[in-house]
């Protein structure tokens, strides 16, 4: 099942509901084919991994949680585990763990566009 949010208190609730579960929010808008296109995708996936929570942003509906999540295109998915944005950084740092590799990118992990075989392929190295 697919969550509505409609603004940053909601987003903040979800996530801290979800505790350790991996979280993907989908921004998207009612006018945009691509999004349409997944729609139907992304509520199947919610069906298929029980233990990812899934949720959808309409970007007209909440502009002020998009521009708050840098949201630049749509269709956006967007990660987050203990109610942090997964990022590059949080993804090395679990395998390296406190190595001083100099990695001093913050880059916000966020899959854009219409394509459900990545979006699936990092729901599961995510899970």
Request: aromatic share 8%.
């Amino acid at each position: 099942m697919v969550q509505m949010i409609k603004d940053m208190n909601e987003l903040k609730e979800f996530l801290k509901d979800a505790g350790h579960k991996l979280v993907v929010v989908e921004f998207s808008a009612k006018w945009c084919g691509p999004c349409k296109a997944m729609c139907p995708i992304f509520h199947a996936m919610s069906l298929r991994y029980n233990n990812v929570l899934f949720a959808n942003v309409d970007v007209d509906d909440a502009q002020e949680l998009a521009e708050t999540c840098h949201i630049k295109g749509v269709p956006t998915f967007q990660m987050f585990k203990k109610a942090q944005k997964v990022t590059l950084f949080s993804r090395i740092k679990r395998v390296l763990c406190c190595c001083r590799s100099g990695l001093m990118t913050k880059q916000i992990y966020e899959l854009c566009g219409a394509d459900a075989r990545k979006l699936e392929e990092k729901i599961q190295e995510l899970m």
